[in-house]
């Protein structure tokens, strides 16, 4: 049998980080209820020391979803840990995110800390946490750009503490594909009882590779948790995107051997709830969920996909929720398209001549129009059209 790849989605918390994104706990609510329908394993609902408002929609969606993970996101102190757990009580599967930074930058810069005082705080953080829930995760922060034998030392320590999961995030998107698989691998490699825990990747896009990353951490690292977000939304650049890591495992299982859980004809749904309550618009060309990304312009792709959707198409639309393809009439579709489309809209000319007529007719019109609508097709066969 497979392996599982776990699906730990972020829209809630990280998606929320980026600038203009913040949601109420109602809309937060609402997007839970659509990712548990996705059937995503661990739903991080948000960062509940960080706010009360926060702390409500990680309670509420706790004592609400039940098919999924609750997680909230705590730094790794006591006060953040403890009030995690309570905003986490009555879930019927709670998880406590802990992080702390591990890049010598990050340390000296921003936390002001040794690596020896990062490690006590890392330790004695699971260890609190480890009291209080049986699932904890515990995040190296920049993990890509950390010392690989300092890294080593803190998660055998939290390993040995009890924490579950192991994230090693590319905090600021700088890794670059088969560097972060191989780093992945070497840490599992070295770590000592590295089994007793599962192996995350949380990547960030800024050089737009956060997908492509996270595949070389679960193929080549080893990683059996992918943490994203729905469009890819989240700080700077986003997150890995949620639909397009789960297609790809799925599109090329041949590849990747891996099983995933989610139900993927609830993607398109999820992708339209996030941009319209975020109001962050979902490029047309973007993968899975773009307007464009089932829709066929070139008269050869056309003429291919009418004959056999394989062709051109690598994925079912529908099994993402679009209701079909798209062919998409322009000036560079053929006659085929062209005779498919009248069928469709019921229209039957008597002959091949007719048919060459209006599929001249169309021609001319798509030199003057970029898109031809089913209207434009109607009025083009119409009998004065055809007659004159
Ligand atoms: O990008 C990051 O490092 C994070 C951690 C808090 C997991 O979001
Ligand atoms: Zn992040």
Redesign the pocket.
Known sequence: MADKLIIFDTTLR?GEQSPGASMTREEKLRIARQLERLKVDVIEAGFAASSDGDFEAVKTIAQVIKDSTVCS?SRANDRDIARAAEALKGAARARIHT?IATSPLHMEKKLRMTPEQVLEQARQSVRFARNLLDDIEF?T??GSRSDIDFLCRVIETVIAEGATTI?V?D?VGYAVPEQYGHFIKTLRERVPNSDKAIWSV?C?NDLGMAVANSLAGVHIGGARQVECTINGLGERAGNCSLEEVVMAVKTRRDYFQLDVGIDTRHILAASRMVSQTTGFVVQPNKAVVGANAFAHASGIHQDGVLKARDTYEIMRAEDVGWSANKIVLGKLSGRNAFKQRLQELGVSLDSEAEINAAFLRFKELADRKSEIFDEDILALVSEENLSG
């Open positions: 990280d996101l992080f995040s922060e920049d994230n995030p905090t949380h960030h």
